[in-house]
């Protein structure tokens, strides 16, 4: 493949659980189709619209390509399921809803948030659960072909998060050692705790599943911050990225008007 045929292969999927607020969820897939965009994500399936969603694959030809296993609450306590022993049937229930869901959708990635820091657990022991549920849930979704995610998140703006090491998450990844679990990398969320994105895609291109774009600081559109977006999407061509990069900030601009910086041949992917 020609890097040219790379790059027409890479595009931008909004998610529209941060984008056109001003719209309803419901309304927002045909606003990106209007747009131009054949892809989107979204975040928690308790405050999505599926059938909405479903409609939109059906009738507008809309790939939905990711979402978050449901954390109905999100707060100081409650920021995923992962490294909490005592959550682990909660942990195994949303996730068999969030593949069902998945299969309703023809979704290919579901991230799975790590939870927060246990009182009185070793970080050592929490590590050990979030492994040992991994494993176990990358074999529910190899049954179901669905690609899971861990990601980063900066704690200044998810305070108590466990997982807020790219490195460990990338070894976490090693350790469980399954093609259907890798590393979600959030251009903002790394940047924002010191690391570099670029580097990251560069030096572990082969564990890194999913990309998400937004600025730094500020969680706004590409070009509002410090990031260099074009060497990023450079760098994931180069490593052989396919398919969707996600669109997941803070708009500036009302409306559609916060897409308006994506070119149209990065709005829809070209086979």
Known sequence: MTPEDAASRLAYAPNISWLLPDLPFGER???LAQAGFTGLEFGFPSHADIPALEAARRELGLEVVLFNQDVPVWDAANRGYLVDVRRRAEFERTLDDGLAIAARLGVQKIML???????????????????????AA??????????????????????????????????????????????????????????????????????IGHIQFADAP??????TGKIDFAALLAAAQAAGYRGYIGLEYIPL?????????VPPDRRRVTH
């Open 218 to 223: 500020g969680r706004h559109e590409p070009g």
């Open 113 to 135: 948030p790590s939870g927060v820091e246990v009182p009185g657990v070793s970080h050592h022991a929490q590590r050990e659960c979030m492994v040992e549920n991994l494993r």
């Open 29 to 31: 897939p045909a606003a």
């Open 138 to 207: 990358a074999a529910r979704a190899e049954r179901a072909g669905v690609m899971l995610t861990i990601e980063v998140l900066n704690p200044g703006d998810n305070p108590g998060y466990f997982l807020t090491s790219p490195e460990e998450a990338l070894a976490i990844v090693g350790e469980v050692n399954h093609p259907r679990v890798r590393f979600q990398l959030d251009s903002y969320h790394v940047t924002l705790m010191g690391g570099d994105p670029l580097r990251l895609l560069r030096e572990h291109a082969a564990l």
């Open 253 to 261: 601009a009302a409306g559609a008007g916060a897409l308006d910086w």
